[in-house]
């Protein structure tokens, strides 16, 4: 069993930068790709970044390509989600999922979810 939990959210105003984090719970944390979601009000899920296990590799939603950063750090078991020139269409609840041996790119289906962080960017 994995538990992840996001944090670092909050209320900003365009253009400030947040960084979020998604701790794991478990030692094999170093076999999941770790990928971030977001959600706003009434919208879809939507994919916005992914790592690899090792941090090797990362892979972007274009419209987050250049202002977002994903990186990991194993020994802490977190993932965290640099998020930089926010802008008020980034507003939405941000979510951490698992992928046992997960490559950088999005799946339909994933192992795991965190319960999510919510991001509020005023314009």
């Known amino acids: 069993q994995v538990q992840l939990v996001e944090s670092g959210g909050g209320l900003v105003q365009a253009g400030d930068s947040l960084r979020l984090s998604c701790v794991a719970s478990p030692r094999s944390f170093s076999t999941y790709g770790i990928h971030w979601f977001r959600q706003a009000p009434g919208g879809a899920r939507e994919f916005v970044a992914a790592?690899?296990?090792?941090?090797?590799?990362?892979y972007y939603a274009h419209s987050v390509e250049g202002r977002f950063t994903i990186t990991r750090d194993n020994a802490k078991n977190t993932v965290y989600l640099q998020m930089n020139s926010l802008r008020p269409e980034d507003t939405a609840v941000y979510l951490c999922?698992?992928?046992?041996?997960?490559?950088?790119?999005?799946?339909?289906?994933?192992?795991?979810w965190g319960q999510g962080t919510q991001v509020t960017v005023s314009s």
């Open positions: 790592v690899t296990m090792s941090g090797a590799n990362t």
């Open positions: 999922a698992a992928k046992l041996r997960g490559a950088a790119f999005p799946y339909s289906v994933y192992d795991y």
